[in-house]
């Protein structure tokens, strides 16, 4: 069955999108069925993946509204074994619109599930914010993937995450599991970075990937050609981080997803 991972940090900026985009094309790269979820109203993932986010007919909101079905919303293969199920700006609004509405944070749960099967992994790019689209995300993932920026207010924020999970463990998704924490945006011209991974696992106790990810030019060049840092640059260091990371994942995955 489909594993589903959510990319999870109310913080802005520190790679969440970079990650779910990456991430999944690395994975599509190996021959992974990925269905990739844009669960952020910005839809950095859906324009990172060459949609023009400005002109979707049939986007997340519409399942939110339920005004569309999931065949009608996924855009299908829009890399090779990935297929897409794109945001816009209009989701901003599906928090309000949905006030009232009995068991909203399992939307997205309900409307993927006849289709979860076709696909090894779901990828869920979550909004800066612990909010009600981020909790569908914790209720359909079977785990919470954590970007963490190397910068100096890295733990910032990381036991309200932490504290939001298991709430969702204890009331809402009792499956739901850590995946792990990702360091990205590492400098190794830099102490920091190196000061601020030795400082997070030493006051983290969370299962932390070996992969880093480097601060790398061509990972921010590549969401304006509107393609995966493995199409736009696939010798860059940033290609290489993201394949290492998507070879870990699966690994990870056949070691206790059985
Ligand atoms: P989030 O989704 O958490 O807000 P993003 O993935 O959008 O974060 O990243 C924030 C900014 O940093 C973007 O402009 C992105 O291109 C850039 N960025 C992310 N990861 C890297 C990296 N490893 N190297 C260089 N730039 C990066
Ligand atoms: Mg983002």
Redesign the pocket.
Known sequence: MGRAIAIA?QK???????TAINLSACLAEMGKKVLTIDIDPQG?TTSGLGLDKNNIENTIYDLFLGEADIEDCIKKEVLENLSLLPSDIDLAAAEIELIGVQNKEFIIKESIEKIRDDYDFIIIDCP?SLNMLTINAMTTADTVLV?IQCEYYALEGLTQLIHTINLVKERLNPELEMEGVVF??YDARTNLSLQVVENVKSNLHQTIYKTI?????R??EA?SHGLPINLYDSKSA?AESYRYLAEEVIHRGEEEWQ
Do not use: C, E, W
């Open positions: 940090n802005g900026g520190v790679g969440k999108t970079t950095n800066p970007p990205t945006m990810i480097p601060r790398n030019i990972l921010a969401p940033g």
